[in-house]
């Protein structure tokens, strides 16, 4: 998935690659960067813990919904296209390990 987002977010990722020792390539964001940080964590943390991309997806929604208050969405995968509607300052799409994640906390 290398240079699978052209975007302008090089100053975050060589942040994000200085904290967590693992390139993340960010692709859209709006999101505020304490969240942000924390979802990166919790997705590197699941990554460790689960080999399926539906385990990881499953894994990492159910930590958000505790966390950040349902209804969160979590796509895991090395290629997809995507439509959605969010709730403003929380969705996130990054690459991280090879595989594209996108964030989102639904619209009531």
């Known amino acids: 998935m290398e240079n699978e987002c052209e975007t302008n ?13 693992k ?6 964001l709006d999101m505020d960067l304490s969240m942000l940080r924390d979802v990166i964590k919790i997705t590197f ?3 460790e813990k689960y080999n399926e991309e539906r ?24 290629k997809f296209s995507s439509k959605v509607a969010y709730e ?12 594209g994640f996108l964030l989102f906390r639904g619209k009531y």
């Open 23 to 28: 390139v993340v390539q960010v692709c859209f």
């Open 45 to 47: 943390s699941m990554l």
């Open 9 to 21: 977010f090089k100053t975050l990722e060589e942040a994000l690659q200085k904290e967590f020792k």
């Open 88 to 99: 403003d300052r929380h969705c996130a799409h990054f690459v991280a390990e090879n595989k």
């Open 55 to 78: 385990d990881i997806a499953k894994a990492i929604k159910q930590t958000l919904d505790e966390k950040y208050m349902p209804p969160w969405h979590c796509i895991v995968g090395r």
